[in-house]
């Protein structure tokens, strides 16, 4: 569901840098992302509720079709990650950009 998807939408943007990240680099690469985020980044309607369960925690920042993480959550989410997820977050993310 939303809730799921949207904890790892936000675990995801904590690998980017900290800069704006365009929401349609998801929607555009959702059969790269995992799954449930991949469902949910697959319908414009259903991916803004995933960012919309986000913003109302105040957990991103979404300005001009972009959403930014501040940079100390960013490493907060990072950090205690276990080592896998960690991993599958950065191999995801350069395929995601440079698609």
Known sequence: ?????AEQLLRLCAFFGPEPIPADVFTQNADLLPSPLAEMARSEANFADTVAVLLRRSLVHHSAGALVVHRLLADAIRRPLPQPEQSAATATVPKVICR
């Open 1 to 5: 569901g939303s809730c799921e998807a």
